[in-house]
């Protein structure tokens, strides 16, 4: 196991992992390491992850720590807030045992190291908080649900959009855990049904991976490229309710047109309120957040935007999260057998109907000795 190499830090880790190259000793400073975060450190083929905060603290299970060790990752807990200030870009990393190095030299404390044993037993215990959570979760959605009900079921405000959307299918992609199966997966329905493309922030670099070009980006613009912003066709700008965009000035850095859209819930609910009131026939979701760890590991108390967003569109939407793993499109033999067999009982029967064909069958036969 490669346990040596050079140091990379980021305190948030959607913008880190721009920068890892394969083999980067990656530090960061992530309580919950939540699994979209992990996904993508996962992405980066980084060998070691170094947690200056708890991986897992014990309030929900959160799945991040879990599947950096299930794939091969070695994962250091808890290091301390002190360490990722100490510590600088390009140091080298290496880790034997419970002892780590710094450019050769020995740190002054053991370290933890999560390994799959240690991760279900944390996970365990913090399964038993999840009720209490729960109750919290919920009290806040209902709290902030009867606040936000007007903005959210009320339509007056929402920004008109060039694209056309009414009597079409929308697909909204959110840059989720497995979004790139999801899509790989709906790849024939997207080139049949060739819906309007809206990426979430990053989700709109999720579209061009995959050869598509969004009609419309939403979101706070944190996680997504310049270069998808100034191929995309419109851009809607997530803006808190007292009017504050923190990605508004970004985008006019850019020099590029948008529009400012204030809403209390996230950019994923922007994107499904929109595509439903301009008339969408169908909305397509992939990789959005939709349950309570969802939420918890996005650092929001309560769902009530999602909820209420949710409610009023649900008749249109098809949530197609995780649908690479209800669905695996492979070809099997079982399956190929009847339509060989459905293909050529019509061919032996034109076979048996036409004498001229007949005939030239009987010829090659005779041609190459094959008659009995």
Sequence with gaps: MMTKGYVKKGKKTKQLVKRLMPYDIAVIDHQDLDEVAACSLIETRVRVVINCAKNISGRYPTKGAQLLVENGIVLVDNIGEHFYDNIQEKDIIEIKNDTLFINMKPYSKKVALLDKKKVEEILTLSQKNVERELDKFVENTLDYAAREKEIVLSSKNMPAVLTVIKGRHVLIVVRGCNYKEDLK??????????????????????????????????????????????????????????????????????????????????????????????????????????????????????????MLVRLKVGAKLVDARGVSKLYANKLKLAYCIPILISVLIPIFAVIQIYIPLRAIIHLFQIRFGLSG
Excluded: W
């Excluded at 100034?230 to 047109?257: F, M, N, S, W």
């Design 185 to 306: 997966t709906i790849r024939g329905y997207i080139k049949d049904f060739r819906p309007v493309l809206i990426g979430v922030d990053g989700g709109g670099d999720a579209l061009l991976e995959f050869g598509l070009l969004p009609d419309i980006i939403i979101g706070d613009m944190d996680s997504v490229s310049d270069t998808c912003l100034k191929r995309c066709k419109e851009i809607i700008v997530h803006a808190y309710t007292d009017g504050q965009a923190p990605g508004l000035e970004r985008i006019k850095k850019l020099g590029l047109v948008h529009k400012a859209f204030p809403f209390p819930g996230t950019s994923e609910d922007i994107a499904m309120l929109l595509a439903y009131e301009k008339g969408a026939d169908l909305i397509i979701a992939v990789g959005t957040h939709s349950n309570m760890i969802d939420f918890l590991e996005k650092g929001r108390r309560g769902m009530a935007s999602t």
